[in-house]
Structures are given as C-alpha cells and as structure tokens.
C-alpha cells in the first residue's frame, strides 16, 4: 500500500504563488509516474503535471506550462508543485497521483487551492 501526504494548498490572490508537496510513504518504492491531478467543480480531473519516474522526463498540460514547475526528490519519493501566477481558473483541489509500471495507482486526500480575483 501507498500512502501520499499533500502538503501547500491554501488561498491567494490571482498573480500570487502556491507551492504543492507530495511524499509518498509505506511500500512505495520507486513509481512509474508520479505527479499531480487537478479537478475543480462541475469539472472532471486533469493532468496538471507528471513525472515519468525512471527517465526524469516530464509532461504538462498546457495551461500549466510557463506558469507551473514539477520538481522531485528522488532520495524521498517526493514531488512539489511550483505553482507561479496563479489565476482564478486555477481554483480546484489538487490531487497526488503514482502509478506502478504494474498498473496499480494511487492518490493523494487532495488539497484545496483558492485564488482570488
């Protein structure tokens, strides 16, 4: 079992900056692809930002790019979200997500993040 602990969501106001954490803990060992969902209401869940483990390469949606920045510590199963210039279409709880190359998948409790226009 995997456990994921959210850390760094909150409110802000538009044009201001958040920062994501997530660990993952228990029999994680190392994932396939770990990163972040995003899902805001009446919305379904989207990709914000991954990591494809082994390789370290990384994908983004593309209202994430130039304004969101994925980061990981490979030593502590650790992913952050780097979230800059946020916007009020930003607003939505974010969700951790790991994957093992098996297909199991996991996710995060989710944490609120509130911006303000």
């Known amino acids: 079992q995997v456990e994921l602990v959210e850390s760094g969501g909150g409110l802000v106001q538009a044009g201001g900056s958040l920062r994501l954490s997530c660990a993952a803990s228990?029999?994680?060992?190392?994932?396939?692809?770990m990163g972040w969902f995003r899902q805001a209401p009446g919305k379904e869940r989207e990709l914000v930002a991954r990591?494809?483990?082994?390789?370290?390469?990384?994908n983004y949606a593309d209202f994430a790019k130039g304004r969101f920045t994925i980061s990981k510590d490979t030593a502590k199963n650790t992913v952050n979200l780097q979230m800059n210039n946020l916007k009020p279409e930003d607003t939505a709880v974010y969700y951790c997500h790991f994957t093992r190359l098996a297909g199991y998948e996991y996710w995060g409790q989710g944490t609120q993040v509130t911006v303000s226009s």
């Open positions: 228990g029999r994680a060992g190392d994932p396939h692809t």
């Open positions: 990591f494809w483990w082994s390789g370290g390469t990384t």
